[in-house]
């Protein structure tokens, strides 16, 4: 509400500041911070002595925050480059919607005037839903040519369509009249690479042909997509998730959604995914149909020009590529609203409504899957869900919580040292080494062989009349005599044991390898892998829970609903159960979640089993940190984001985050009317802060304003080439009137255009609970800190996420491998690994828990029988 309020209230003036060059205390990768001012229109100052004009409020709540608005200086022309935005830099929110209020009276003013400015109000209006509607295309397009090119390429590793190349297997047979129902993937026109290179088709040396050519195969899609990614855009690797949801905090990563970006994430996505590694093509394709969205956004000024409302449209680009990802177009919006989107007023809602209905209509026009459908693992149970089941779909949210906390932090870890050490310098053989793990362990295994999407679906499948997988290899009734749809349950055969332990293999490997997987250099989604974890789990459940209630049928959980020759148990119920549950377990999803899954899969009638387990699998990993994996991974890269869902449940105050400290140089400010033109560039080059607070003077300190450094830069120069008679000595002003100066002296600067006259101020006694609210809810850059007016120092969006990190860490424990004797007396903690000072020691003495700083006055008691304190 108060970021509403703030939107209203006109907080704009004709000449707009931008973010600065990093700086020694503002590095971007480490934490991030930028800076950010709220500009306001030109007017007189209170500080100059003159009456403000304009709106005036106070919010007030253990500390003040004020502000005012002013009146447009139209004697001020706006300086060019002002009011745009450096790499790896934050947005100014309220500015942005400001400057689109402001085009927006100006539109509606000269609309009356003329048919041509009729024309353009009208286009205006109509553009956002134009490029929504060109970016739903584009992704329904683009996933469609993915999926097609996925498949073929998949099929590609284990044989060749002799008939028709660019058929796959599937396509290959389907006009066959030489194959049989139980051998339909057979026919004459499909030829294995065994056929082809030594002429068997059966045998051990077609095995071994075609396990080398599986590996070639998935080798040389995994090196042809790291080397194109390394060559041509980086930034095509990953998710692309946390990025987005960065970006759409209001961060800057210039070429993060450019078209090489695109172009290169398309090709590369479908190598990966052929390659056999453990990803998924879902959190990519989000990626590519934001980057669609930015490319269409600059064919209009409206959003071209404007920071803020380019991240309207791409909320809804997201919510398009989740709805051709899943086939799930309301889960997409859902995702958006929860997942990504830091700001999402209703009309984004309907705009990201109509991009995923038009992404979902295009899609199912290209018809990838060819089923006709737009879901892709489209199920049809005939048998409800009995309430008993809820005791083992929980147990399912459970597994989901579990293995959500254990990837987050092996991943986490991973990542980590890949970051710190010498292997992460070599992308190449990281992706090679991997893949060639995959392809030899997962060649064996026909579930691991399998593409993951197609192991998915028949994991869901439910096991019919029709159906001759392994896993539905039961002792049939020979009395039976006609084939129905609701067949009782039955004793499971070989077939069926046999599945069992390669599908305890397959989720074994699939844990493994995916901890690996995600985050190396190659456009690696999650999602799909997270599934397969999830639906491997829940059928090896739902058979042993199946053959329970056959063989004991009179027990009475089962006494009332499993009776002798019903169909009780559905076995791919609950592997679709364990796919939300694994999902929801890493991404901590919850509505969203629920939403697509039952769109993904039909199974409406579902939606209890699948939230049961969804808020199970939260509340279990949230047991562990309250962190989903995107979140985990903006921590990692140092991406400056503030995430609403936390709690802040500190008691520090703003004078204890504040810079300078005590032991810091004081904080470089500039006088309202004492400095030269020298004297602000000596500063600009001796210094690299973002900005500089305006006093009046430094004995009294009191606030004039904010003037950050590039807007400084570009002022200046812009003056020396526009201007005559500005030199080194000249005075520059940042007040309404300029002060009486000599005659002999130069002509004075005046740069009050550039200065924000009403930056965001909050008293030194102000609770951080209310600072971080109004970084998060009004997306700020930076805070100043005053005390009875006077300034004190600033608060940066660095310094806030610096200061949760440490507060973070203080309530971790540590590993203590054992207690040192100090020099001179007293005890010193040995920790099995460097880390901050600030975080405490914990001791396990005797069922004891001792809580030691750095140094302690003396052993805690029983120190000889010391435990390790495990912390993480």
Same mark, same amino acid.
């Given at each position: 509400?108060?970021?509403?309020?703030?939107?209203?209230?006109?907080?704009?003036?004709?000449?707009?500041?931008?973010?600065?060059?990093?700086?020694?205390?503002?590095?971007?990768?480490?934490?991030?911070?930028?800076?950010?001012?709220?500009?306001?229109?030109?007017?007189?100052?209170?500080?100059?002595?003159?009456?403000?004009?304009?709106?005036?409020?106070?919010?007030?709540?253990?500390?003040?925050?004020?502000?005012?608005?002013?009146?447009?200086?139209?004697?001020?022309?706006?300086?060019?480059?002002?009011?745009?935005?450096?790499?790896?830099?934050?947005?100014?929110? @309220?500015?942005?919607?400001?400057?689109?209020?402001?085009?927006?009276?100006?539109?509606?003013?000269?609309?009356?005037?003329?048919?041509?400015?009729?024309?353009?109000?009208?286009?205006?209006?109509?553009?956002?839903?134009?490029?929504?509607?060109?970016?739903?295309?584009?992704?329904?397009?683009?996933?469609?040519?993915?999926?097609?090119?996925?498949?073929?390429?998949?099929?590609?590793?284990?044989?060749?369509?002799?008939?028709?190349?660019?058929?796959?297997?599937?396509?290959?047979?389907?006009?066959?009249?030489?194959?049989?129902?139980?051998?339909?993937?057979?026919?004459?026109?499909?030829?294995?690479?065994?056929?082809?290179?030594?002429?068997?088709?059966?045998?051990?040396?077609?095995?071994?042909?075609?396990?080398?050519?599986?590996?070639?195969?998935?080798?040389?899609?995994?090196?042809?997509?790291?080397?194109?990614?390394?060559?041509?855009?980086?930034?095509?690797?990953?998710?692309?998730?946390?990025?987005?949801?960065?970006?759409?905090?209001?961060?800057?990563?210039?070429?993060?959604?450019?078209?090489?970006?695109?172009?290169?994430?398309?090709?590369?996505?479908?190598?990966?995914?052929?390659?056999?590694?453990?990803?998924?093509?879902?959190?990519?394709?989000?990626?590519?149909?934001?980057?669609?969205?930015?490319?269409?956004?600059?064919?209009?000024?409206?959003?071209?020009?404007?920071?803020?409302?380019?991240?309207?449209?791409?909320?809804?680009?997201?919510?398009?590529?989740?709805?051709?990802?899943?086939?799930?177009?309301?889960?997409?919006?859902?995702?958006?609203?929860?997942?990504?989107?830091?700001?999402?007023?209703?009309?984004?809602?309907?705009?990201?409504?109509?991009?995923?209905?038009?992404?979902?209509?295009?899609?199912?026009?290209?018809?990838?899957?060819?089923?006709?459908?737009?879901?892709?693992?489209?199920?049809?149970?005939?048998?409800?869900?009995?309430?008993?089941?809820?005791?083992?779909?929980?147990?399912?949210?459970?597994?989901?919580?579990?293995?959500?906390?254990?990837?987050?932090?092996?991943?986490?870890?991973?990542?980590?040292?890949?970051?710190?050490?010498?292997?992460?310098?070599?992308?190449?053989?990281?992706?090679?080494? @991997?893949?060639?793990?995959?392809?030899?362990?997962?060649?064996?295994?026909?579930?691991?062989?399998?593409?993951?999407?197609?192991?998915?679906?028949?994991?869901?499948?439910?096991?019919?009349?029709?159906?001759?997988?392994?896993?539905?290899?039961?002792?049939?009734?020979?009395?039976?005599?006609?084939?129905?749809?609701?067949?009782?349950?039955?004793?499971?055969?070989?077939?069926?044991?046999?599945?069992?332990?390669?599908?305890?293999?397959?989720?074994?490997?699939?844990?493994?390898?995916?901890?690996?997987?995600?985050?190396?250099?190659?456009?690696?989604?999650?999602?799909?892998?997270?599934?397969?974890?999830?639906?491997?789990?829940?059928?090896?459940?739902?058979?042993?829970?199946?053959?329970?209630?056959?063989?004991?049928?009179?027990?009475?959980?089962?006494?009332?609903?499993?009776?002798?020759?019903?169909?009780?148990?559905?076995?791919?119920?609950?592997?679709?159960?364990?796919?939300?549950?694994?999902?929801?377990?890493?991404?901590?999803?919850? @509505?969203?979640?629920?939403?697509?899954?039952?769109?993904?899969?039909?199974?409406?009638?579902?939606?209890?089993?699948?939230?049961?387990?969804?808020?199970?699998?939260?509340?279990?990993?949230?047991?562990?940190?309250?962190?989903?994996?995107?979140?985990?991974?903006?921590?990692?890269?140092?991406?400056?984001?503030?995430?609403?869902?936390?709690?802040?449940?500190?008691?520090?105050?703003?004078?204890?985050?504040?810079?300078?400290?005590?032991?810091?140089?004081?904080?470089?400010?500039?006088?309202?009317?004492?400095?030269?033109?020298?004297?602000?560039?000596?500063?600009?080059?001796?210094?690299?802060?973002?900005?500089?607070?305006?006093?009046?003077?430094?004995?009294?300190?009191?606030? @004039?304003?904010?003037?950050?450094?590039?807007?400084?830069?570009?002022?200046?120069?812009?003056?020396?080439?526009?201007?005559?008679?500005?030199?080194?000595?000249?005075?520059?002003?940042?007040?309404?009137?300029?002060?009486?100066?000599?005659?002999?002296?130069?002509?004075?600067?005046?740069?009050?255009?550039?200065?924000?006259?009403?930056?965001?101020?909050?008293?030194?006694?102000?609770?951080?609970?209310?600072?971080?609210?109004?970084?998060?809810?009004?997306?700020?850059?930076?805070?100043?800190?005053?005390?009875?007016?006077?300034?004190?120092?600033?608060?940066?969006?660095?310094?806030?996420?610096?200061?949760?990190?440490?507060?973070?860490?203080?309530?971790?424990?540590?590993?203590?491998?054992?207690?040192?004797?100090?020099?001179?007396?007293?005890?010193?903690?040995?920790?099995?690994?460097?880390?901050?000072?600030?975080?405490?020691?914990?001791?396990?003495?005797?069922?004891?828990?001792?809580?030691?700083?750095?140094?302690?006055?003396?052993?805690?008691?029983?120190?000889?029988?010391?435990?390790?304190?495990?912390?993480?």
């Amino acid at each position: 509400m108060e970021s509403e309020q703030l939107f209203h209230r006109g907080y704009c003036r004709n000449s707009y500041n931008s973010i600065t060059s990093v700086s020694s205390d503002e590095e971007l990768l480490d934490g991030a911070g930028v800076i950010m001012d709220f500009q306001t229109s030109e007017d007189d100052n209170l500080l100059d002595g003159d009456t403000a004009v304009g709106t005036h409020y106070t919010m007030t709540n253990g500390g003040s925050i004020s502000s005012s608005t002013h009146l447009l200086d139209l004697l001020d022309e706006p300086i060019p480059g002002v009011g745009t935005y450096d790499d790896f830099h934050t947005i100014d929110w @309220v500015r942005e919607k400001c400057k689109d209020r402001e085009r927006h009276r100006r539109i509606n003013s000269k609309k009356k005037e003329s048919a041509w400015e009729m024309t353009k109000s009208l286009y205006d209006a109509w553009s956002g839903w134009l490029v929504v509607t060109l970016t739903g295309l584009a992704s329904g397009a683009l996933a469609g040519l993915i999926d097609i090119a996925a498949d073929w390429m998949t099929d590609l590793k284990e044989g060749i369509c002799l008939s028709a190349l660019w058929y796959n297997h599937e396509q290959c047979c389907w006009g066959s009249n030489e194959t049989t129902f139980e051998e339909r993937d057979k026919c004459p026109q499909w030829k294995t690479w065994a056929e082809l290179i030594i002429g068997q088709a059966e045998g051990p040396g077609s095995y071994i042909m075609n396990y080398m050519m599986y590996i070639f195969w998935a080798l040389s899609f995994a090196f042809l997509a790291v080397s194109l990614v390394k060559v041509f855009a980086p930034y095509a690797c990953g998710s692309g998730i946390p990025e987005i949801k960065t970006i759409l905090s209001g961060f800057i990563i210039r070429g993060y959604l450019g078209k090489w970006t695109l172009m290169i994430k398309t090709v590369t996505l479908v190598l990966a995914v052929a390659s056999g590694l453990s990803l998924g093509k879902e959190g990519p394709l989000v990626h590519v149909a934001c980057c669609c969205g930015n490319i269409f956004s600059y064919l209009f000024p409206k959003y071209s020009t404007n920071e803020a409302k380019k991240r309207e449209v791409l909320s809804a680009a997201s919510a398009a590529g989740v709805s051709v990802a899943f086939g799930a177009p309301i889960g997409g919006v859902l995702f958006s609203l929860e997942e990504v989107s830091y700001y999402f007023p209703l009309k984004t809602l309907w705009r990201s409504f109509f991009a995923a209905l038009v992404a979902a209509f295009v899609l199912r026009s290209i018809n990838p899957f060819g089923n006709s459908r737009l879901v892709l693992f489209y199920v049809e149970y005939h048998t409800p869900w009995y309430l008993f089941e809820l005791f083992p779909f929980i147990l399912l949210g459970v597994f989901g919580g579990l293995w959500g906390a254990f990837f987050i932090r092996a991943n986490i870890a991973w990542c980590r040292r890949r970051k710190s050490t010498k292997f992460g310098k070599y992308p190449v053989l990281e992706v090679i080494v @991997v893949a060639a793990i995959t392809a030899v362990v997962a060649f064996p295994n026909p579930y691991t062989r399998l593409n993951t999407s197609e192991l998915i679906k028949e994991l869901f499948t439910d096991c019919g009349p029709l159906e001759s997988s392994s896993l539905c290899d039961y002792r049939n009734d020979m009395n039976a005599s006609k084939i129905v749809d609701d067949i009782p349950d039955r004793p499971a055969g070989l077939g069926v044991y046999s599945a069992i332990w390669q599908l305890c293999l397959a989720l074994i490997f699939k844990i493994i390898m995916t901890v690996f997987t995600f985050g190396i250099k190659v456009p690696s989604g999650l999602f799909i892998p997270s599934m397969a974890i999830g639906a491997i789990a829940g059928r090896i459940v739902g058979i042993a829970v199946e053959q329970l209630a056959y063989y004991h049928h009179d027990w009475f959980i089962f006494k009332e609903w499993c009776e002798v020759g019903a169909d009780c148990i559905t076995p791919g119920l609950y592997a679709m159960v364990g796919a939300a549950a694994c999902l929801g377990g890493v991404t901590r999803m919850t @509505v969203s979640l629920v939403v697509i899954v039952f769109e993904l899969t039909g199974g409406l009638e579902y939606i209890v089993p699948l939230m049961a387990a969804v808020m199970t699998s939260k509340w279990v990993g949230d047991a562990f940190g309250r962190e989903g994996i995107y979140e985990a991974h903006i921590r990692l890269n140092g991406y400056p984001f503030l995430d609403a869902k936390e709690e802040f449940t500190h008691t520090t105050l703003a004078a204890d985050v504040m810079r300078p400290r005590r032991s810091d140089p004081p904080l470089a400010v500039l006088t309202q009317d004492n400095m030269t033109v020298d004297d602000i560039e000596n500063m600009i080059n001796e210094t690299s802060y973002n900005g500089f607070p305006v006093i009046m003077s430094r004995e009294s300190q009191r606030l @004039v304003g904010f003037a950050l450094r590039r807007d400084l830069t570009i002022a200046i120069e812009s003056a020396r080439k526009k201007q005559e008679g500005i030199v080194g000595s000249s005075r520059v002003c940042f007040a309404q009137h300029t002060p009486s100066l000599p005659a002999e002296s130069p002509r004075p600067l005046k740069l009050r255009s550039i200065l924000d006259m009403s930056p965001f101020t909050v008293t030194d006694h102000t609770p951080m609970e209310i600072v971080v609210d109004i970084f998060r809810k009004l997306g700020l850059r930076q805070c100043l800190v005053t005390h009875n007016g006077s300034l004190l120092g600033i608060i940066t969006k660095k310094n806030m996420v610096a200061h949760l990190e440490e507060l973070t860490r203080r309530a971790e424990p540590l590993v203590i491998t054992r207690l040192l004797p100090r020099p001179g007396g007293g005890w010193l903690c040995a920790l099995a690994s460097p880390v901050s000072f600030v975080r405490p020691c914990l001791l396990l003495t005797r069922g004891c828990v001792h809580t030691l700083p750095w140094e302690a006055a003396g052993p805690p008691p029983g120190h000889q029988s010391l435990s390790l304190a495990l912390g993480l």
